[in-house]
């Protein structure tokens, strides 16, 4: 029988030990700015209930939902008509009871309310985990791929989005990326449904025009008449659709569009006062408001979130937005929160095609120390120990193989500086040290090697 030729799963990928730091300096980026904002770090399992899940995302959200098929024997409890009729929902809900996470926020908001009573409000977490979606993998979108979100919960306050935009520009500062910050509120997407006449069809007119950018004006168009929506609605989203001018002129344009709708006023109000806050202390990035913007997410509520990259074409690397319902599903009503994803995989992918990984994200061994054999080794160690509480990264090659072997690893390995130590090194207490990429040698004794590794 032949081998069978390995592989990982579409939408999924490996990561070499290079791949690995430079998603490091991401994760340990965004994991410092974080923490500096007084948020505090907790985990969730890489599988929920799919009672906990579905339904939390819309009814797109919940196709893309990876099922995990009961223990044992699955078909138990199956009704043989099900099978016969291939009625699949019906199938599916006796024999999967658990899903893998679409996304951190949900498994959060169900987390709150399970432990409500050992967490003080408001109350600050991020989380750095991965999540799956059974999409269709292309260019930036994937199947696995980790969201690195933060979220303050127990507060209505819009300083929460105040400080949330601060960190994504600190974030990004720090990344060494420019992007623009887009902003809207759904009460403002609630307002226009309401004014001209589709309040019923909220979920179908976001869902639509949060495609604007990506399908255009006119497909977005048929999507809602293919939805039910009047000749009539649709032509009073003209408006809408043609609105230009900065964000000022686009607020003066809804005040007077959505002058009938409560909602809507509400929501450009919020949006007036979070504008204020960034007036007082002004951020890096781009700021824009942006009425398309909807995230297709039933569980936002007030301000929504979005960045995008200045310098390459890809999907939104951050988003997030506020949900004053979500933990109410789970029993516990009245919590208000607000919260922010990265998207760690499609930075990387930004970085990577900029090429603004720095030097200092590579993780890599500084020195190898040559192995000559015993008694080399036990002189080695000790160094080898003290090098490595400082800080360097280094490593002794573990078998006495030919020079030209060990030369090679340390080539291979992209390792900057090789130690040599054999018996003359050990009579006079020093270290030849060779330069991989000069070929150059010289001799220090353990105090200069120390600052040549450092410097």
């Not at 930036?140 to 960190?167: P, W």
């Not at 609630?190 to 979920?203: F, H």
């Not at 789970?330 to 919260?339: D, E, R």
């Amino acid at each position: 029988m032949a081998a069978q030729k390995p592989s990982v799963p579409k939408g999924t990928r490996d990561f070499t030990p290079a791949e690995m730091s430079r998603r490091n300096f991401i994760f340990d980026t965004i994991r410092d700015v974080f923490r500096k904002y007084g948020f505090k770090q907790i985990e969730t399992p890489a599988m929920e209930n799919l009672s906990t899940l579905l339904g939390k995302y819309g009814e797109e959200g919940d196709k893309l939902l990876f099922r995990i098929l009961n223990s044992g024997n699955f078909l138990k409890g199956v009704d043989q008509q099900n099978l016969e009729n291939r009625d699949a929902p019906g199938i599916i809900s006796r024999i999967s009871k658990r899903g893998l996470r679409y996304d951190l926020t949900v498994p959060f908001a169900r987390y709150v309310v399970q432990h409500r009573n050992e967490i003080s409000f408001p109350f600050r977490r991020f989380q750095i985990q991965p999540v799956w979606r059974a999409d269709n993998p292309q260019k930036g979108r994937y199947r696995e791929f980790y969201q690195c979100d933060a979220d303050m919960i127990g507060s209505e306050s819009l300083v929460n989005e105040f400080e949330l935009i601060r960190i994504i520009d600190e974030v990004f500062a720090l990344l060494n990326l420019k992007v623009t910050i887009k902003i809207n509120n759904r009460k403002i997407l609630a307002g226009i449904a309401e004014v001209i006449g589709e309040p019923e069809r909220i979920i179908d007119i976001t869902v639509a025009i949060d495609k604007l950018e990506k399908i255009g004006e006119e497909k977005v168009r048929e999507e809602l008449k293919s939805k039910g929506l009047s000749g009539t609605a649709l032509k009073r989203l003209d408006p809408v659709f043609g609105m230009m001018g900065n964000n000022v002129e686009k607020l003066e344009f809804l005040q007077t569009f959505l002058a009938d709708s409560e909602t809507g006023l509400a929501g450009i109000g919020e949006i007036h006062t979070l504008l204020g806050y960034l007036s007082t202390d002004p951020v890096q990035s781009a700021i824009e408001l942006d009425i398309t913007l909807a995230r297709g997410l039933d569980y936002y509520t007030g301000a929504i979130i979005e960045v995008k990259s200045d310098e390459v074409s890809i999907g939104s690397i951050c988003g997030g937005g506020r949900y004053d319902d979500l933990t109410g599903i789970f029993g516990m009503p009245g919590v208000s929160g607000v919260g922010i994803s990265f998207g760690a995989d499609r930075i990387y992918d930004v970085l990577q095609q900029l090429d603004k990984f720095p030097s200092t994200a590579e993780e890599q061994t500084k020195l190898l120390f040559v192995n000559f054999g015993e008694n080399e080794v036990k002189y080695i160690l000790p160094m080898l120990g003290r090098l490595r509480n400082e800080g360097v990264i280094a490593e002794l090659y573990p078998e006495s193989a030919k020079m030209k072997k060990q030369m090679t690893y340390a080539d291979q390995s992209a390792i900057p500086y090789v130690a040599l130590v054999g018996e003359n090194e050990i009579q006079s207490d020093k270290i030849t040290v060779k330069e991989m990429s000069t070929g150059n040698q010289e001799q220090h004794d353990y105090k200069e090697l120390l600052q040549k590794l450092k410097s």
